[in-house]
């Protein structure tokens, strides 16, 4: 993947909206990812993602990220979800960053 993205964010209540999916995409959890568009992805998140600096439209700088999913069922599919494009992550399972292990 380059440096690019489609979207950017610039603004800290965005910037703070993708640092909360991070927080909710740990390694190794199953999810279901509701996107804005509507489409609704599953799969388990094989990299924690990051939010990192892209270059948007016009070469403006800000801020996105990506998770990668895989699914056994589809193995040819790439599982990239930019993290902008997420309105909503439902856990499948128990794995969660920061949560209480017993």
Same mark, same amino acid.
């Given at each position: 993947?380059?440096?690019?993205?489609?979207?950017?964010? #610039? $603004?800290? #209540? $965005?910037?703070?909206?993708?640092?909360?999916?991070?927080?909710?995409?740990?390694?190794?959890?199953?999810?279901?990812?509701?996107?804005?568009?509507?489409?609704?992805?599953?799969?388990?998140?094989? @990299?924690?993602?990051? *939010?990192? @600096?892209?270059?948007?439209?016009? $070469?403006?700088?800000?801020?996105?990220?990506? @998770?990668?999913? @895989?699914?056994?069922?589809?193995?040819?599919?790439?599982?990239?979800?930019?993290?902008?494009?997420?309105?909503?992550?439902?856990?499948? $399972?128990? *794995?969660?960053?920061?949560?209480?292990?017993?």
């Amino acid at each position: 993947m380059g440096r690019r993205a489609e979207r950017i964010y #610039t $603004d800290p #209540t $965005d910037i703070a909206m993708l640092e909360k999916w991070v927080k909710e995409l740990a390694v190794n959890a199953a999810v279901r990812i509701v996107k804005h568009d509507g489409e609704v992805v599953e799969g388990m998140v094989s @990299v924690t993602p990051t *939010v990192q @600096v892209f270059l948007g439209p016009g $070469d403006q700088e800000g801020m996105n990220g990506v @998770v990668r999913l @895989v699914d056994s069922h589809k193995p040819d599919w790439d599982g990239l979800v930019w993290l902008g494009d997420i309105r909503d992550v439902q856990h499948l $399972d128990s *794995v969660r960053m920061g949560a209480s292990r017993a």
